[in-house]
Antibody, heavy 122, light 109 residues
Framework: QVQLVESGGGVVQPGMSLRLSCAAS????????MHWVRQAPGKRLEWVAT????????YFADSVRGRFNISRDYSKNTLFLQMNSLRGEDTAVYYC???????????????WGQGTLVTVSS | EIVLTQSPGTLSLSLGERATLSCRAS???????LAWYQQKPGQAPRLLIY???IRATGIPDRFSGSGSGTDFTLTISRLEPADFAVYYC??????????FGQGTNLEIK
C-alpha cells in the first residue's frame, strides 16, 4: 500500500536551514506530482510547494518562495524540502502528500505522511 | 489567490444527525476543483471528496459533496462517532497555488 514517511524535523534557530525528507513506497514514485503542506499549531492547512512528476516544474507559496526548494530523488523514491532562512512563522507540522492523479496531476492529495514537526525558535 | 471561507466554525450535533458544512470561494472555482478533507487530532488529513462531488476510495456513501461556482457543501447523512473531526475544503486546479479553508470543527453535542 501507499506509504509516505517524513523525517528531518526538529528545533532550529531563526535564519538556519533544515532539509525534510519524505520516503515513498507502494506506488510508482516517478509517475506522480508530490506536494508539501504545513500546519502551524491550531491553524489551517497551508500548501507550501509542489513538484511535477518529472521535476520539470516546481511551484511555491508566496510565503516560502526564494527560501524553500522542493526536489525529488527517483533512485531513492524520496521527496525533499530544503528550507533556508527559517523564520518563526515557519513553525509547523510539515506533511508530504501525493497527488491523486498521475502525470500532470490536478492538486487533490490522496495520500499523506504522518508529518514532521519543525520548530523555529531562539 | 482564491480565499475559501468555511461555515460554521464549529458544528455541534448528535449521533445519527445530519451534518451540513459549507465552503464559499472568493471567486469562481473552475471545473469544480474543490476537495474536502477530514482531520482528526494528531493525524494527517484524509481525502474525502474531490471534484466537488466524487467520493475518494473507501469513503462511505454517508459522505456527499455538492455545489459549483463559489458555493460548495459537504453533507454527512448519519453521524457516527468516527465522523467527529475537523473538515477542510481545498481548491486546486491545473497549477498552484492551492488554498484551504479555515476548517469546520464537528463536535459531539
Amino acid at each position: 500500500q501507499v506509504q509516505l514517511v517524513e523525517s528531518g524535523g526538529g528545533v532550529v534557530q531563526p535564519g538556519m536551514s533544515l532539509r525534510l525528507s519524505c520516503a515513498a513506497s507502494g506506488f510508482t514514485f516517478s509517475s506522480y506530482p508530490m506536494h508539501w503542506v504545513r500546519q502551524a499549531p491550531g491553524k489551517r492547512l497551508e500548501w507550501v510547494a509542489t513538484i511535477s512528476y518529472d521535476a520539470s516544474n516546481k511551484y511555491f507559496a508566496d510565503s516560502v518562495r526564494g527560501r524553500f526548494n522542493i526536489s525529488r530523488d527517483y533512485s531513492k523514491n524520496t521527496l525533499f524540502l530544503q528550507m533556508n532562512s527559517l523564520r518563526g512563522e515557519d513553525t509547523a507540522v510539515y506533511y508530504c502528500a501525493r497527488d491523486l492523479a498521475e502525470a500532470d496531476g490536478t492538486g487533490e492529495m490522496d495520500h499523506w505522511g504522518q508529518g514532521t514537526l519543525v520548530t523555529v525558535s531562539s | 489567490e482564491i480565499v475559501l471561507t468555511q461555515s460554521p466554525g464549529t458544528l455541534s450535533l448528535s449521533l445519527g444527525e445530519r451534518a451540513t458544512l459549507s465552503c464559499r470561494a472568493s471567486q469562481r472555482i473552475v471545473s469544480n476543483y474543490l476537495a474536502w478533507y477530514q482531520q482528526k487530532p494528531g493525524q494527517a488529513p484524509r481525502l474525502l471528496i474531490y471534484g466537488a462531488s466524487i467520493r475518494a476510495t473507501g469513503i462511505p456513501d454517508r459522505f456527499s459533496g455538492s455545489g459549483s461556482g463559489t458555493d460548495f457543501t459537504l453533507t454527512i447523512s448519519r453521524l457516527e462517532p468516527a465522523d467527529f473531526a475537523v473538515y477542510y475544503c481545498q481548491q486546486y486546479g491545473s497549477s498552484p497555488p492551492y488554498t484551504f479553508g479555515q476548517g469546520t470543527n464537528l463536535e459531539i453535542k
